[in-house]
């Protein structure tokens, strides 16, 4: 069975810095793209990031390009989001997603950027 | 960016009666290798989303057989055939060919 269970989620100040980390088990991790999804309050679902099996390629959302940086570690099946100058409006619960497609998520780390 | 375009936003169901939400792209869905990159996910109230369709009209595996998915190019339908308490929540349409890949805005489902 899939798992991916995420952390690293909290309460940042405008401008701060945090690191979400993704823990996957029960398929082969180097096999598969991943990525990180967010929903914020009462909102819909938006892509934020995906990086390619080999971790050699990612792609970023406009929104956050330039301050959001993901890599994997094939190693230890994990994979992590590092953001950088965070806003307001980057509050939201963020999901570890597998594959392209969506093909399982995780439960969620809520993000929250507040003064 | 490719638009999703859901219909209706919300929807009041009857127990045991049909239900059924409508998904339209900005462009067409199907890819080079003939595949059509659509799917659907469910998410119920406090919990993560869960995909149930994908590739158009392919049901994820313990997907019970009263949801079906249909359609090709830029339109394309989500149908339950007898709604179930657990059910209700909100249902995602999003496109799999391109990046960044989007949803639609959601459509709430309740029950009457």
């Known amino acids: 069975e899939v798992h991916l269970l995420e952390s690293g989620g909290g309460f940042v100040q405008p401008g701060g810095s945090l690191r979400l980390s993704c823990a996957a088990s029960?398929?082969?991790?180097?096999?598969?793209?991943m990525g990180w999804v967010r929903q914020a309050p009462g909102k819909g679902l938006e892509w934020v990031s995906i990086?390619?099996?080999?971790?050699?390629?990612?792609y970023y959302a406009d929104s956050v390009k330039g301050r959001f940086t993901i890599s994997r570690d094939n190693s230890k099946n994990t994979m992590s989001l590092q953001m950088n100058g965070l806003r307001v409006d980057d509050t939201a619960v963020y999901y570890c997603?597998?594959?392209?497609?969506?093909?399982?998520w995780g439960q969620g780390t809520l993000v929250t950027v507040s003064s | 960016d490719v638009v999703m375009t859901q219909s209706p936003l919300s929807l009041s169901v009857t127990l045991g009666q049909p239900a059924s939400i409508s998904c339209r792209s900005s462009?067409?869905?199907?890819?080079?290798?003939?595949?059509?990159?659509l799917n659907w996910f469910h998410q119920r109230p406090g919990q993560s989303p869960r995909r149930l369709i994908y590739?158009?009209?392919n049901r994820d595996s313990g997907v019970p057989d009263r949801f079906s998915g249909s359609g090709s190019g830029t339109d394309f339908t989500l149908k339950i055939s007898t709604v179930e308490a657990e059910d209700v929540g909100v249902y995602y349409c999003?496109?799999?060919?391109?990046?960044?890949?989007?949803f639609g805005q959601g459509t709430k489902v309740e029950i009457k």
């Open positions: 997603v597998q594959n392209w497609n969506g093909d399982n």
């Open positions: 029960g398929f082969t991790f180097s096999s598969y793209a």
């Open positions: 990086i390619i099996n080999s971790g050699g390629t990612t």
């Open positions: 462009q067409s869905l199907v890819y080079s290798d003939g595949n059509t990159y």
């Open positions: 590739k158009a009209s």
């Open positions: 999003m496109q799999g060919i391109h990046w960044p890949r989007t």
